[in-house]
C-alpha cells in the first residue's frame, strides 16, 4: 500500500463577492480532487491546536502526525534544519525576511512587500553575503535560503520581544512591530547596518532601475531553538519523503526522519516546476511508501490578495500536481490511500491565515464505490461535517487514519 499526502497551502478562503459569493476553490476548475472526493471520503481536519498561531509551520506539523502541543518550538529551527544549520543548545534561530519597507514621515514603518518582488535566490544570496560580511560576528550569523527566505542565528542571550511574520501585514503601517527592535541597542544596531549594506547594494540599485521592489530591510521572526522529534519510522512504522521548494516544510522533513527530495526549478510560487514535482513523487513511491507533496503558490497569492493568481495556483495545483500523480499511480497498478488537502485557510480579504478546520479529502484505490457524491471544497466539507461529524481534531488522527490505524 502506498500513502500519500499532496497539500496546497492555504488553498482556503473565504466567498468572495466578484465569484458570486464562492470561494476562490468552488470557482476553480478542479476535476481531479472533485473525482477523487466523489469517490472518497470529505471531512474537516482541525490543524491548529487551540492557542496556537495558524502558521504553517504549525498546520504542517500536524498534517505530517505530531502534535504542535508537544513538538512545537518555533518556525526558524526547522527551516534551518532544511538549510544543514546546526544549532547548539545555546543558539537560537531566527527566520530573516529580506523585505520592502517605506519608512514614512513621523518616523512611520510601512510593510511595502514582505518578498522585495519575490526576490530570486540568486540575486538574495548576494545580498546575504553582504550581510554577513558588513553584520556578521560571534554573535550574528546570516544563512542564505530560497528567495525572500533566510536564516539569522544568534548565539547566547538577546533581546526578548515579540516578534510577528511579516506577510501579516502586507501594505500596511508596521511601526509598532519596528519600534520593538528600535527599543533593543543590539538589535537597532544590526538592522541599521542591515539598511546601510542594503540600500547600496548593486542588486537593490538594479531592481529599483528595472521597476521592481528593493530587497532594503530585513525582518526577523518565528525564533526558536532546536526541536526533539521521533522520526515518522519511530511514531507511525513508515518511512518515506517530502517534496517542496520551501526550506521550513524540507525542515519538518528532515527532522519526521523523510527523505528530501529537491526538485529543480521549484520556486514556491505560480514559476514552479509542477511537473518536476508529480515526476518526483512517482519515482520516490517506486522505492517508498509514504510521500508528503507541498505547493506554495495559493499560500502566496492569497498573501498578496491576488484573486486571479490564487484560482491560478488551485487549478495548476489540481490538474499538474494531483491529477498526474493520480494518473501514474492508477497506470503503476499500486494500491494507494491518498489525502489531498491543505495546511490552513489564507483569505484573500484577510491576506494572512486562520485556523478554521480544512477541507480534507481522503481516497482509497480500493474503495471507489462509497463516495461522498460531492465536490472538492469549503462548502461540500462543512455539509458533510454538520450531517455525519466525521472531522478530525488534530493531525495526528488524520495520519491514523491515512494509516488505517484508527477510525476506519
Not at 335 to 341: K, V
Request: glycine content about 8%; hydrophobic content about 35%; charged content about 20%.
Amino acid at each position: 500500500m502506498k500513502y500519500l499526502i499532496l497539500v496546497g497551502d492555504g488553498m482556503g478562503d473565504l466567498p468572495v463577492a466578484e465569484l458570486n459569493h464562492r470561494t476562490p476553490l468552488e470557482a476553480a476548475h478542479t476535476p481531479f480532487m472533485d473525482t477523487l472526493c466523489r469517490s472518497g471520503e470529505l471531512f474537516l481536519t482541525q490543524t491548529i491546536p487551540e492557542g496556537f498561531p495558524p502558521g504553517s509551520d504549525v498546520a504542517n506539523l500536524s498534517l505530517l502526525g505530531y502534535r504542535p502541543e508537544d513538538y512545537y518550538t518555533g518556525r526558524a529551527p526547522l527551516e534551518a534544519a532544511a538549510m544543514n544549520i546546526s544549532l547548539t543548545p545555546d543558539q537560537t534561530a531566527f527566520r530573516c525576511n529580506l523585505v520592502t519597507l517605506a519608512h514614512e514621515p513621523n518616523q512611520q514603518v510601512r510593510m511595502i512587500d514582505y518578498s522585495a518582488g519575490h526576490i530570486s535566490s540568486e540575486e538574495s544570496r548576494q545580498l546575504i553575503a553582504a550581510l554577513e560580511a558588513g553584520c556578521g560576528t560571534e554573535f550574528f550569523h546570516f544563512h542564505p535560503g530560497v528567495s525572500y527566505r533566510h536564516i539569522l542565528v544568534v548565539t547566547g542571550r538577546y533581546p526578548q520581544m515579540e516578534t510577528v511574520p511579516p506577510h501579516d501585514f502586507t501594505g500596511q503601517e508596521v511601526t509598532e512591530a519596528w519600534n520593538r527592535y528600535r527599543n533593543h541597542p543590539q538589535w537597532a544596531e544590526l538592522l541599521e547596518k542591515a539598511m546601510n549594506i542594503l540600500a547600496d547594494h548593486p542588486i537593490n540599485t538594479a531592481r529599483m532601475a528595472a521597476g521592481k521592489n528593493p530587497a532594503n530591510g530585513i525582518w526577523l521572526w518565528g525564533e526558536g531553538k532546536l526541536p526533539q522529534m521521533p522520526t515518522m519510522t519511530e511514531r507511525f512504522g513508515i518511512s518515506g519523503s517530502l517534496i517542496s521548494a520551501v526550506d521550513l516544510l524540507k525542515g519538518l522533513g528532515v527532522n519526521a526522519g523523510l527523505s528530501i527530495i529537491n526538485v529543480p526549478g521549484a520556486t514556491g510560487y505560480l514559476d514552479t516546476n509542477y511537473n518536476g514535482k508529480a515526476q518526483a513523487t512517482l519515482e520516490s513511491l517506486r522505492d517508498n511508501d509514504f510521500v508528503f507533496v507541498h505547493v506554495e503558490a495559493p499560500d502566496e497569492t492569497g498573501h498578496q490578495g491576488l484573486l486571479k493568481e490564487k484560482i491560478q495556483a488551485i487549478e495548476d495545483f489540481d490538474q499538474k500536481i494531483v491529477g498526474p500523480i493520480f494518473q501514474g499511480l492508477q497506470e503503476s497498478g499500486e494500491e494507494f490511500r491518498l489525502i489531498a488537502t491543505m495546511d490552513h485557510h489564507t483569505p484573500l480579504c484577510l491576506r494572512t491565515h486562520t485556523a478554521s478546520p480544512v477541507p480534507t479529502l481522503l481516497y482509497d484505490s480500493r474503495k471507489t464505490d462509497k463516495g461522498c457524491g460531492l465536490p472538492f471544497n469549503e462548502h461540500s466539507a462543512k455539509t458533510v461535517d454538520e450531517h455525519l461529524h466525521n472531522g478530525m481534531a488534530n493531525g495526528e488522527l488524520l495520519m491514523e487514519k491515512l494509516l488505517q490505524r484508527k477510525h476506519e
